[in-house]
């Protein structure tokens, strides 16, 4: 899907039509302007003067797929009970765009014609009250139109809809049912599909090995030869890695046929399989489809929407598991890692993933399962992980610092990413745990976590940030509050 943005700009007859065509001028100039530094397309729409303007343009914007979501600005003033009826109905996400054609006030030439004409300041104001009073939910950007650093925002804000627009027809692949016993992976899926569009269902792990079974020689080929273009052949057991290729075939085709850009599985349910997929799983990520061991769906769903939401950065959002605590005081750091299934967009630049096989210790595999093996890269980033609180769902996000692993670990059979939690290691450890957050994460260098607090916002679930100023006691405080305000929501 090709997505674009809408320009509504408010405005009123009050002025008389020079004025109007001034505006409308401007407006075109600037989303075109605009359009040159953005993720996706601003396309100017309507200089909105009456109710029954701005309540078509909702109803068109609700309709057309490919409109992800609407800016609106005020050159003039543009009184708001115009607004009430169109967003009131308003079903995609919404940024008001608090700006002002002109940089500066001009001292000679202000008049009241010019005060009349370029009355931002006082129509955003008009604008944003609306909105307030209804509690619609919107993004609120100030700033010059010309300016970089509100580019940046503007386009980091547009990714969030589109997140928003894909969770609305994302389609999870389930393989069989959750690892046995597991809480955290469980949830609500009639909830989860009602709240954020996602539909999840079950395939048996049987037409996966019928599907695997059609699959040619010359296929296998062909992806080998793909393999072998961007990782190292680290081991003589060609047979185990073909057997991937096999296995990555067989799932794409049937997520492909079904529209699914998730999927998920369990090592309990392997039933007429050799090999838990590793290589497979790894491989598909790199192409954009969301993935989660052990059944969980949730975070499947999760990884493919901040992949999209990624979309121009450099493509790092993968599925992630906590594994392990480096607890050296003043050296302390976190090892992620899976048991197979680690994205290699997370690779260093200069850690060319090979393709190892062990032996996996957990599961019904028969052999061993091959894997891509390398080290995560350094850089800012956010861990997230999906929540079912029962009857509402909790988004938990934080910062973190990935590092080079400060240490080789060369019997480690997996990839490997290490960080520091912020605001540190065992406060962070202390506030993840206190939130509920899962063990199983998406981690990502291209989303931060604002975008993560405007895609909940626009999805109507609880967010929680934990960062370099949080603390237990506070956070505590906010959860206490929130599970309050969600219960009389
Ligand atoms: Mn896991």
Wanted: net charge negative; with cysteine; hydrophobic share 40%.
């Amino acid at each position: 899907m090709k997505y674009n943005f809408w320009f509504v700009v408010g405005s009123q007859f009050l002025y008389g039509p020079e004025v109007l065509e001034i505006v409308e001028g401007r407006a075109r100039e600037m989303a075109e302007e605009l359009s040159r530094y953005l993720p996706y397309p601003l396309v100017y729409k309507v200089t909105a003067k009456t109710n029954q303007e701005i309540t078509e343009i909702v109803k068109e914007a609700n309709y057309d797929d490919s409109c992800a979501g609407i800016i609106t600005w005020c050159h003039t003033f543009s009184p708001s009970k115009m607004w009430i009826n169109g967003l009131v109905n308003l079903q995609k996400p919404y940024c008001h765009f608090a700006t002002q054609y002109n940089l500066e006030i001009p001292n000679d030439e202000i008049d009241m014609d010019f005060m009349n004409l370029n009355q931002a300041a006082h129509g955003d104001r008009e604008h944003g009250f609306i909105a307030a009073r209804l509690r619609t939910p919107r993004k609120i950007i100030a700033g010059y139109w010309k300016d970089a650093a509100v580019h940046e925002r503007l386009g980091r804000w547009m990714k969030s809809a589109v997140g928003a627009a894909v969770s609305k027809t994302m389609k999870v692949m389930r393989f069989g049912d959750n690892m046995r016993e597991v809480a955290v992976t469980e949830g609500d899926k009639v909830y989860a599909q009602a709240k954020l569009g996602w539909q999840v269902n079950t395939w048996a792990t049987g037409d996966l090995v019928a599907e695997m079974n059609a699959v040619t020689e010359a296929e296998i080929d062909a992806l080998m030869e793909e393999y072998t273009s961007k990782y190292d052949i680290a081991t003589d057991n060609v047979d185990a890695i073909r057997y991937q290729a096999r296995e990555e075939i067989a799932m794409k085709k049937m997520m492909d046929r079904e529209g699914c850009m998730a999927f998920a599985n369990t090592f309990q349910d392997l039933y007429g399989m050799e090999q838990l997929p590793g290589l497979a799983s790894q491989h598909l990520m790199s192409q954009g489809y969301g993935y989660g061991g052990e059944g969980d769906w949730k975070v499947s769903a999760m990884t493919a929407i901040m992949k999209a939401m990624g979309e121009g950065g450099n493509g790092a959002s993968a599925f992630m598991e906590d594994y392990t605590y480096h607890l050296v005081a003043g050296s302390e750091y976190s090892l992620g890692a899976h048991m197979l299934e680690v994205c290699p967009s997370l690779a260093a630049p200069s850690a060319r993933p090979r393709i190892e096989t062990h032996h996996l210790g957990i599961g019904m595999n028969e052999k061993d399962p091959a894997r891509l093996v390398f080290e995560g890269k350094e850089g800012n980033a956010i861990v997230v992980s999906l929540i079912d609180m029962g009857g509402r769902l909790r988004l938990i996000c934080q910062d973190i610092i990935c590092v080079k692993p400060i240490m080789e670990m060369p019997n480690l059979p997996v990839a490997r990413v290490m960080w520091k939690a912020l605001p540190n290691l065992t406060e962070g450890v202390e506030c993840w745990i206190t939130a509920g957050g899962a063990h199983h994460t998406v981690l990502s260098y291209d989303v931060t976590a604002e975008q993560m607090k405007d895609w909940a916002r626009m999805m109507d679930i609880e967010f929680v940030h934990i960062g370099k100023d949080t603390t237990v006691a506070e956070l505590e405080k906010e959860l206490f509050y929130n599970d309050l305000a969600w219960k009389l929501k």
